[in-house]
């Protein structure tokens, strides 16, 4: 079963002249959760950037997010694509977090 699952992920098909990717679509509902949660979750996804005040002057530290680490892309409200592996880490992530969130597999244009 393991192999047959792997083929589908590795396959890309053709339709129309453009190229479909297997993808998950990725749905949390981030409202049930307390602000502090949702901060946290907003973190892992988004990224964030600080700034901060240090004796030489401003410094500005970036945190890049699982989409922009994974080439995931914000679809929708509470919405993400994401490939496999980075929509593994995210729905446990969300599951440990004690967000509802589903996971669908689809197929998608390359570009997403």
Same mark, same amino acid.
């Given at each position: 079963? @393991?192999?047959?699952?792997?083929?589908?992920?590795?396959?890309?098909? @053709?339709?129309?002249?453009?190229?479909?990717?297997?993808?998950?679509?990725?749905?949390?509902?981030?409202?049930?959760?307390?602000?502090?949660?949702?901060?946290?979750?907003?973190?892992?996804?988004?990224? #964030?950037? @600080?700034?901060?005040?240090?004796?030489?002057?401003?410094?500005?530290?970036?945190?890049?997010?699982?989409?922009?680490?994974?080439?995931?892309?914000?679809?929708?409200?509470?919405?993400?694509?994401?490939?496999?592996? #980075?929509?593994?880490?995210?729905?446990?992530?969300?599951?440990?977090?004690?967000?509802?969130?589903?996971?669908?597999?689809?197929?998608?244009?390359?570009?997403?």
């Amino acid at each position: 079963m @393991e192999n047959a699952t792997q083929e589908v992920e590795n396959n890309i098909v @053709e339709w129309m002249g453009t190229k479909y990717e297997p993808r998950v679509l990725l749905h949390f509902d981030i409202r049930v959760a307390k602000q502090t949660v949702r901060r946290r979750v907003d973190r892992f996804l988004y990224g #964030a950037r @600080e700034t901060r005040l240090t004796k030489a002057g401003r410094k500005t530290y970036r945190y890049p997010g699982l989409l922009e680490r994974t080439g995931g892309r914000h679809y929708g409200q509470s919405v993400v694509i994401l490939d496999s592996v #980075a929509a593994d880490e995210a729905f446990y992530f969300l599951r440990g977090m004690k967000v509802p969130c589903e996971r669908m597999g689809i197929l998608a244009p390359n570009r997403v």
